[in-house]
């Protein structure tokens, strides 16, 4: 599994936008603006889980939908501009081969969420620095690797 932030040296404001490439291509948001050139490049697309509903991370989400027809989840599905299946606390779901946790993060947003892996130690924070406990936990105890 490669992990790569496709936003990264784009130049409008947008959240990141982590492309998980391995057994499936996996977006982890969609970002906004120029961001998207980097996304239509890709060869595919499967799954888009989005960590929440701000503009800044599901502006292209519409676009992606049109160019790849991926899966498409998300906490609050009703908060996007496309359909998408319901993910809930403590689901388990398969991305690009490993298992990935739901933990529900609100704070920032009330549909936020974070993606943790136990197999690979990788917790995907978006934005959830109010979930202390969370972080402690899994960083320090875990020696879990942050994106």
Same mark, same amino acid.
Request: hydrophobic share 35%; net charge negative.
């Given at each position: ?12 404001f ?20 120029d ?48 359909? #998408? @299946? %319901?993910?809930?606390?403590?689901? !388990? $779901?398969?991305?690009?081969?490993? +298992? ?8 920032h947003k ?19 620095? #109010? @979930? %202390?406990?969370?972080?402690?936990? !899994? $960083?320090?105890?875990?020696?879990? +690797?942050i994106?």
């Amino acid at each position: 599994m490669n992990i790569t932030n496709l936003a990264e040296n784009t130049e409008d404001f947008t959240g990141n936008v982590w492309l998980i490439s391995g057994e499936q291509n996996i977006l982890v948001d969609t970002g906004k603006g120029d961001c998207w050139e980097n996304i239509q490049d890709l060869e595919s697309i499967d799954i888009v889980v989005v960590t929440h509903s701000h503009y800044d991370h599901v502006d292209n989400l519409p676009k992606v939908l049109d160019m790849f027809d991926p899966e498409i989840y998300a906490y609050e599905p009703e908060n996007l501009p496309v359909n #998408s @299946q %319901k993910l809930e606390e403590g689901d !388990l $779901i398969e991305l690009s081969g490993s +298992e990935f946790e739901i933990l529900h993060t609100p704070g920032h947003k009330d549909d936020s969420i974070c993606l943790y892996s136990a197999e690979n130690k990788i917790l995907s924070l978006a934005i959830c620095f #109010s @979930q %202390k406990v969370v972080l402690e936990e !899994l $960083i320090w105890k875990k020696e879990t +690797e942050i994106y």
